[in-house]
């Protein structure tokens, strides 16, 4: 499976971006997706995840009400809409997809992107 992340780029705080994650490969019946970031100098941070159908959705408190997640199926597609952005939303953007375990900030997926750079500027 391979993971190809886009739309990042430099915004000014306030604005919106949409990031897309498009899947290839073998097709994983079951599998979630999510997203990650990561600041300079920091740790990985868990955003968002959504499970197979699209149904359920669970989003880290830092973007909870400002970043939805979505995806297409038909596709293979999972998106980001990011929205009310801040300057500490700064950091390079991960997709990931892997297997149903733990349903929260917990989860981590077997496959990655590359990253998209995601700029807020104040």
């Known amino acids: 499976v391979q993971l190809q992340a886009s739309g990042g780029g430099l915004v000014q705080a306030g604005g919106s971006l949409r990031l897309s994650c498009a899947a290839s490969?073998?097709?994983?019946?079951?599998?979630?997706m999510g997203w990650f970031r990561q600041a300079p100098g920091k740790e990985r941070e868990f955003l968002a995840i959504i499970n197979w159908t699209g149904v359920s959705t669970y989003y880290a408190d830092s973007v909870k009400g400002r970043f939805t997640i979505s995806r297409d199926s038909a596709k293979n597609t999972v998106y980001l809409q990011m929205n009310s952005l801040k300057p500490e939303d700064t950091a390079v953007y991960y997709c990931?997809?892997?297997?149903?375990?733990?349903w929260g900030t917990g989860w981590s997926g077997t496959y990655w992107g590359q990253g998209t750079q995601v700029t807020i500027s104040s």
């Open positions: 490969g073998r097709t994983v019946s079951g599998y979630r």
């Open positions: 990931s997809m892997g297997p149903p375990t733990v």
